[in-house]
C-alpha cells in the first residue's frame, strides 16, 4: 500500500469537549458573528480589515499580536471591524515547506497531526480571551472545518481550493463568511462561480456522513491579484477591476454582493510594504464611487510584530517564517489611517 496509517485522531467532538469555548466567549463569538455578517448584508457601514501573520507559527508571538490588536480596536470600533488573521493551515506552491500549526506544532519538528490540532485549538482560544476578537483562518482541508466551526467568525477559500467541488460545498454549510479568493489565473468568473455554488444548498458526503447544507448567503469574492503565463504577477485592485467584478455581481442571482482586497501575494508581488499603497488606494475608489464603496467591504493585510521573513530556526520573535509581513508600527499607523479614510 501506498498509504501508511500513522495514528487515529480525536473526531472534532472529542476535540472540542477537552478543551470547550466558554460560554462567555460563546457569547463573545455570537455577537462578533453577527456584527461581521451585517457588513455583507449592508446593515452596517463599518470596514473590515483582516489582518495579521501570513501564518501563525508561535503562539506566544501570535497572542501577543492579536492582544495589541484588541487594543486598536477599542481605539477604532466606531468604524472598523478588526479580524486577526491566525493562519493554522498553509497552501504550499510546490508541496514543500512549514504546512501550519495544525499539522506541524513545532515549525523545527515533525509532522504530529494529534498535537497539532491541540496547539491550533489553544492558541485560537487563547487568543480570543487575551484580545476579545474571533479570528479568521483559510479552509485549506475541508474535512478540519468541525474542529474551528465554534471559534472562528471568517473563512478564506484559497486561490488554490476555490475551483474544488468540495471546498464550495463544505462552505455552503458554513455560519460565517466564506471569502473565495479568484483563482491564480486571475478569472473572476471561476470566482463568482464558486461564490453561487456556496450560496446555494447542497446534498454530499462529508466526513463518512451523507450531509446536507442550506447555502452561505455570506459568501463572496476575495480579489489576490494573479499570475500570467509568465509566473509575473497581475494586480486586480484598481478602480477598474472593481468596475469590473460590480458588472459581473450584476450579471449573476447572487445576494450580498461583497469584495474583500487581498493587498499582499500577487496584487504586490509579494513586496509586503506596498500593502500601505495598495490599502490607500482601495479606500480611495471606494470614496470616488458610491456603488464600489458599497461593493468593497474590507482589505486583508499579511502583519506580523516584526516587518520581514526570516528562515525557521532563526528565532526571531514574532517574525514570519513564511511570507514577509508588515511590521507592527505600520500596520497600527495604517490600521488608524483606514478609520479616518473608510
Given at each position: 500500500?501506498?498509504?501508511?496509517?500513522?495514528?487515529?485522531?480525536?473526531?472534532?467532538?472529542?476535540?472540542?469537549?477537552?478543551?470547550?469555548?466558554?460560554?462567555?466567549?460563546?457569547?463573545?463569538?455570537?455577537?462578533?458573528?453577527?456584527?461581521?455578517?451585517?457588513?455583507?448584508?449592508?446593515?452596517?457601514?463599518?470596514?473590515?480589515?483582516?489582518?495579521?501573520?501570513?501564518?501563525?507559527?508561535?503562539?506566544?508571538?501570535?497572542?501577543?499580536?492579536?492582544?495589541?490588536?484588541?487594543?486598536?480596536?477599542?481605539?477604532?470600533?466606531?468604524?472598523?471591524?478588526?479580524?486577526?488573521?491566525?493562519?493554522?493551515?498553509?497552501?504550499?506552491?510546490?508541496?514543500?515547506?512549514?504546512?501550519?500549526?495544525?499539522?506541524?506544532?513545532?515549525?523545527?519538528?515533525?509532522?504530529?497531526?494529534?498535537?497539532?490540532?491541540?496547539?491550533?485549538?489553544?492558541?485560537?482560544?487563547?487568543?480570543?480571551?487575551?484580545?476579545?476578537?474571533?479570528?479568521a483562518d483559510e479552509m485549506l482541508y475541508p474535512e478540519n472545518w468541525g474542529?474551528?466551526?465554534?471559534?472562528?467568525?471568517?473563512?478564506?477559500?484559497?486561490?488554490?481550493?476555490?475551483?474544488?467541488?468540495?471546498?464550495?460545498?463544505?462552505?455552503?454549510?458554513?455560519?460565517?463568511?466564506?471569502?473565495?479568493?479568484?483563482?491564480?489565473?486571475?478569472?473572476?468568473?471561476?470566482?463568482?462561480?464558486?461564490?453561487?455554488?456556496?450560496?446555494?444548498?447542497?446534498?454530499?458526503?462529508?466526513?463518512?456522513?451523507?450531509?446536507?447544507?442550506?447555502?452561505?448567503?455570506?459568501?463572496?469574492?476575495?480579489?489576490?491579484?494573479?499570475?500570467?503565463?509568465?509566473?509575473?504577477?497581475?494586480?486586480?485592485?484598481?478602480?477598474?477591476?472593481?468596475?469590473?467584478?460590480?458588472?459581473?455581481?450584476e450579471q449573476r442571482e447572487i445576494v450580498n454582493p461583497a469584495a474583500i482586497?487581498?493587498?499582499?501575494?500577487?496584487?504586490?508581488?509579494?513586496?509586503?510594504?506596498?500593502?500601505?499603497?495598495?490599502?490607500?488606494?482601495?479606500?480611495?475608489?471606494?470614496?470616488?464611487?458610491?456603488?464600489?464603496?458599497?461593493?468593497?467591504?474590507?482589505?486583508?493585510?499579511e502583519s506580523y510584530i516584526e516587518e520581514g521573513n526570516q528562515k525557521i530556526?532563526?528565532?526571531?520573535?514574532?517574525?514570519?517564517?513564511?511570507?514577509?509581513?508588515?511590521?507592527?508600527?505600520?500596520?497600527?499607523?495604517?490600521?488608524?489611517?483606514?478609520?479616518?479614510?473608510?
Amino acid at each position: 500500500m501506498s498509504f501508511e496509517y500513522i495514528q487515529k485522531l480525536p473526531t472534532p467532538d472529542e476535540i472540542r469537549e477537552e478543551f470547550p469555548l466558554t460560554k462567555e466567549l460563546a457569547k463573545l463569538k455570537k455577537e462578533r458573528d453577527q456584527e461581521i455578517a451585517d457588513v455583507f448584508t449592508g446593515k452596517s457601514n463599518k470596514f473590515l480589515v483582516i489582518v495579521g501573520p501570513c501564518s501563525a507559527d508561535n503562539e506566544d508571538a501570535v497572542c501577543d499580536y492579536v492582544s495589541r490588536l484588541g487594543k486598536v480596536n477599542e481605539k477604532v470600533k466606531d468604524k472598523l471591524i478588526l479580524i486577526p488573521r491566525i493562519y493554522t493551515n498553509k497552501p504550499r506552491t510546490t508541496g514543500e515547506g512549514y504546512k501550519g500549526i495544525t499539522s506541524q506544532p513545532d515549525p523545527e519538528g515533525k509532522t504530529d497531526f494529534h498535537a497539532g490540532l491541540i496547539a491550533m485549538r489553544h492558541m485560537q482560544i487563547k487568543a480570543i480571551e487575551e484580545s476579545g476578537l474571533t479570528a479568521a483562518d483559510e479552509m485549506l482541508y475541508p474535512e478540519n472545518w468541525g474542529y474551528v466551526a465554534d471559534i472562528l467568525s471568517y473563512v478564506a477559500i484559497g486561490a488554490r481550493s476555490v475551483e474544488d467541488q468540495e471546498h464550495r460545498m463544505t462552505a455552503s454549510g458554513f455560519d460565517v463568511p466564506a471569502g473565495m479568493k479568484n483563482p491564480t489565473s486571475g478569472t473572476f468568473s471561476v470566482m463568482l462561480n464558486s461564490v453561487y455554488a456556496a450560496q446555494q444548498s447542497h446534498s454530499f458526503v462529508y466526513r463518512g456522513y451523507e450531509v446536507t447544507t442550506n447555502g452561505n448567503p455570506l459568501a463572496h469574492c476575495v480579489l489576490r491579484g494573479s499570475s500570467n503565463k509568465h509566473g509575473q504577477s497581475l494586480p486586480n485592485y484598481h478602480y477598474e477591476d472593481l468596475s469590473l467584478l460590480l458588472k459581473l455581481y450584476e450579471q449573476r442571482e447572487i445576494v450580498n454582493p461583497a469584495a474583500i482586497i487581498d493587498a499582499n501575494h500577487n496584487n504586490s508581488n509579494k513586496q509586503y510594504k506596498e500593502q500601505i499603497r495598495i490599502v490607500k488606494e482601495v479606500l480611495h475608489s471606494r470614496n470616488l464611487n458610491s456603488d464600489i464603496k458599497g461593493l468593497v467591504k474590507g482589505v486583508m493585510i499579511e502583519s506580523y510584530i516584526e516587518e520581514g521573513n526570516q528562515k525557521i530556526g532563526d528565532g526571531i520573535y514574532g517574525k514570519s517564517i513564511t511570507d514577509p509581513c508588515l511590521g507592527w508600527n505600520d500596520t497600527e499607523r495604517l490600521i488608524l489611517e483606514i478609520a479616518e479614510l473608510a
